[in-house]
């Protein structure tokens, strides 16, 4: 292997790696799960689906967005959160497929 494919596996083992703690959260995997579905929801819809606080559930909307998961889209006073790429939502597919969930 040469030295510059080691450093581009390295560069996508980072990537791999920040993305999958970005996601490593119960209700990150429950909002990806209900985007990947519904394709934009807005803050109130995805609190009151989960049954949890909305600050809460704001904390992990904006920490996704920062990370690249997830954007918005304004309509109004509304924000509306969406996927960057169902590329996540393919992951946590995968996940539930493996064995490591049996």
Same mark, same amino acid.
């Given at each position: 292997m040469t030295t510059e494919r080691v450093i581009d596996d390295e560069k996508r083992i980072d990537k791999?790696?920040?993305v999958l703690k970005a996601v490593a959260h119960p209700l990150r995997i429950k909002i990806i799960q209900m985007l990947n579905e519904k394709s934009e929801l807005n803050v109130s819809a995805i609190y009151k689906n989960l049954n949890a606080e909305?600050? =809460? +559930?704001?904390?992990? =909307? +904006?920490?996704m967005r920062d990370k690249g998961i997830l954007d918005i889209r304004r309509s109004g006073k509304n924000i509306y959160y969406f996927l960057v790429d169902n590329a996540v939502s393919e992951i946590i597919d995968c996940i539930y497929k493996s064995k490591i969930l049996n």
């Open positions: 791999a790696a920040y909305q600050s =809460l +559930i704001s904390h992990h =909307l +904006i920490n």
